[in-house]
């Protein structure tokens, strides 16, 4: 039986708003109440589901849609469930309410990445409920862990259950929202990621007693260190699909912005100081930790060498945790199908291939061989902080560009599964 398209929109904004009540913050994660919920929907509408705990409480989910033809590979769609803390004292809203509010669903998720993930639910029901088969199976994988470093979520899945996720192409977050660049408009699909590599910088000096100061201390030297990383650019390195984005979109690669610089060059950012133990004592060590972000084709060697470079041989490092960069070519049919529905939808827009500065699942999931791809689409206003939400402030996502990206995603996924839309809606 075909689903009503008003219907489903509905269906998508209530998940939305109720995947957005949930507490995920990780950490601690809790993710069960997440996988429990959409388990319970999909169980709904008869589609069988598995729930995978990478430790007691981080769960991810896993369902499938069979294919017809088992010589075509599958179509992943993955979300996280897990969502970032949140600093109450800087939000107008509550975090944790799903409030319609000024025409946009806030609350901690809205956009990083709980409306992926009901976009997904939505999407597999709609198809079991059509009675349609697809050409090639669709899994959905709503994942625990990836805010920090996915351990307990798509990184367990891919090392201890792979059967559950390969595919050959995957759909996943930041991809396909708005950018406003003067009267010119686009759309950034995710084609690449970079690596993070994540470090502890430590310098030693002799202690002493805080009433005989001196020049020469640990804290001193380490924030000489922090001064030169922060004033120090990393080499520039432009690959050669930022080098036809940046092409495409007309920007000289010696002139690009502030937007584009991160995707140019390795970046590291100080992030977690800590020096002394006791008011009236200089302490003899000192740390820092080092947020490190590589391009396609660096490794945590090459990073590190870069990075001593710029502090000289004086501190030691310790690496914490690293993830590989990610990289897929765009002159795929998927990347075609997305590039032809998004400008569609927008007459005028262009759809582009896109580096993103952070990490996601995708680093995992092409691990198994995928094709790995951003895309989350949202149509946004000039006027919406859209870069600054993720991670911040008062968390919002417009209802209606919500709408907008679920007729975009419901369109391509389904043309790439080989069912007809009007087949599936009325």
Known sequence: MKVSWHTLQDEALDCLRSLVRLDTTNPPGNERIAADYLAEALAAHSITSVIR?????RASLVARLAGKDSSKGALLLSSHTDVVPVEMSGWTREPFSGEIFEGCVWGRGAIDMKSKCAMDLVMMTAIKRAGVTPERAVIMAAVADEEAGSDFGAKFLVERHPELV???YVLNEVGGFTVHLGSRRYYPIQVAEKGFVTIKMKVTAPPGHGSMPRQDTAIARISELITKIVHTPMRKKVSPFMRRTLEEMGIPIDSAGPLFQPMLANTVSPTILRAGYKDNVIPGEATIVLDGRTLPGEDPESFMAELREIVGPEPTFELLKTGPPAETSPDTPLFALIQRRVEAADPGA????WMIPGATDNKFYSKLGAACYGFSPVKLDPHMPFGSLYHGNDE???????YWGLKVYAEVVLEFLGIKFDDVFC
């Open 166 to 168: 390969r595919a050959d």
């Open 53 to 57: 705990e990478g430790a007691p409480t």
């Open 350 to 353: 262009r759809a582009i291939p």
């Open 396 to 402: 919002r996502l417009p209802v209606e560009g919500f």
